[in-house]
């Protein structure tokens, strides 16, 4: 009897200590609102947006990563990586056979429902303001279980400085041109709360094109001819020439070749709402002084 007593002592212990064992799960809510939980850190990571992908290496977390997308090519360790299409094409069989922990993309990728049904974890971040990419990185430390020291706050800081040291540098004439800023074809336009268009609003210039059409609006052509910019910034990877559009030979900066058209690693960093937006500044705050009337 006494054994028995033992015996079922023991066990007691054995269970108890099971259940006030630590669970280290991790819960994370994306931007479509769903609470993703993990039973530990994610270790295999597969990234479709270029932006996320850098923000992961840039917290020194690239060893994570086990595929990315076609357009994922910073830092140059990344380009050696499977490339599993892009988000609006994903290479869905191909990321199901790496056996990610969890695939990063886009609130607006085709790719979260298949790959869910498939049982991957998804999660969907997508940066437009500087709030927003404050908060992405924020939520790529937790995911990353990265200290705010280290990661999130880090990183932000970094660029909150960077931003503002680029506007203490312009002069007088750059800090008062009139802007427009092409993200690509269409044409597509960086409004004054996109994260480019807060960038530009730091650096002290008049945006064009104002908040109420949204982040990133599809323009009418004739509508940037009536807005007469001093200075147009192409963040276009075609680099297609501006005079193609209808009537904007008659535009002030087309007519006195007031335009940057930022080269193809150039228009990478300006275009990607993440650790390299401090670069981003500097760049733009270059084209304003060179090109401001």
Known sequence: MRKRTGR?????????????????????????????????????IVSLLPSLTESVCAMDQCQRLVGVDRYSNHPASVRSLPVMGGGLDPNIEGIVALKPDVVLLATSSRASQRLESLGIKVVALEPKSHVDVRRVLGKIGVLLDIPDAQGADRLWRIIDTSISAAAQSLSPKARSARVYFEVSRGPYAAGESSFIGETLTRLG???????????????????????????IMVGNRSMQAMASYPGWGSIKAVREQRICVFGVGESDVVVRPGPRMAEAARLMARCLEDKAP
Do not use: M, W
């Not at 104002?210 to 004739?222: D, W």
């Open 205 to 231: 210039v008049k945006n064009v094109i104002p908040a109420s059409l949204g982040p990133f609006p599809r323009l009418n052509p004739e509508y940037v001819v009536r807005a007469n910019p001093d200075v």
């Open 8 to 44: 079922t002592g023991a066990l007691l212990v054995a269970l108890c200590g099971l259940v006030l064992a630590p669970v280290h799960a991790l819960q994370l809510t994306d931007d479509r609102g769903i609470t993703v939980t993990f039973a530990q850190t994610p270790q295999r």
